[in-house]
């Protein structure tokens, strides 16, 4: 069986519907500003008049990129598509510098798959508070990597 590459539309949709669309600028619930799908702004990004739903959809599929490409870096063992589009998933919330040191990563990269799902589980605080948002965002990725389709 050949490695996954890309985020299925399984993935995808489940990342956008975690993620929600704003057309204008918020603070994430750890403060970073973000826009659209997610998307947090960088220093030389402006969008004083907000974003359309196409322009966020760029910027998803780029980001999206950017998140599958740390989990082909990092991940060192087979993977399902399911197991991926978890893995994207998560860093893309995250980011990869959560993902390349966490203990999911370790237990994943030592063939302890179920050791590594049940790690997703644990990622749901934003700071000290546990989230009610990321936690049911978690358990949709655990439920993933186990081969089960996300909840419409």
């Given at each position: 069986?050949?490695?996954?590459?890309?985020?299925?539309?399984?993935?995808?949709?489940?990342l956008?519907?975690?993620?929600?669309?704003r057309?204008s600028?918020?603070?994430?619930?750890?403060?970073f500003?973000?826009?659209?799908y997610?998307?947090?702004?960088?220093?030389?990004?402006?969008?004083?008049?907000?974003?359309?739903?196409?322009?966020?959809?760029t910027?998803?599929?780029?980001?999206v990129?950017?998140?599958?490409?740390?989990?082909?870096?990092?991940?060192?063992?087979?993977?399902?598509?399911?197991?991926?589009?978890?893995?994207?998933?998560?860093?893309?919330n995250?980011?990869?510098?959560?993902?390349?040191?966490?203990?999911l990563?370790?237990?994943?990269?030592?063939?302890?798959?179920?050791?590594a799902?049940?790690?997703?589980?644990?990622?749901?605080?934003?700071?000290p508070?546990?989230?009610?948002?990321?936690?049911?965002?978690?358990?949709?990725?655990?439920?993933?990597?186990?081969?089960?389709?996300?909840?419409?």
């Amino acid at each position: 069986m050949a490695q996954p590459a890309q985020m299925s539309a399984a993935g995808l949709a489940l990342l956008k519907a975690s993620e929600g669309f704003r057309a204008s600028a918020y603070l994430d619930a750890v403060g970073f500003l973000t826009i659209g799908y997610g998307h947090r702004i960088l220093p030389t990004e402006k969008f004083p008049n907000g974003i359309t739903e196409a322009q966020a959809s760029t910027l998803l599929a780029a980001d999206v990129v950017s998140a599958q490409n740390a989990v082909l870096r990092l991940v060192h063992v087979p993977l399902t598509q399911g197991q991926f589009d978890a893995l994207v998933d998560f860093t893309y919330n995250l980011g990869a510098g959560k993902l390349s040191g966490s203990t999911l990563l370790r237990d994943l990269n030592a063939g302890q798959y179920a050791a590594a799902a049940c790690q997703l589980l644990l990622w749901d605080h934003a700071g000290p508070r546990e989230l009610a948002a990321l936690k049911s965002r978690r358990e949709a990725e655990f439920n993933l990597w186990q081969g089960k389709p996300p909840a419409a």
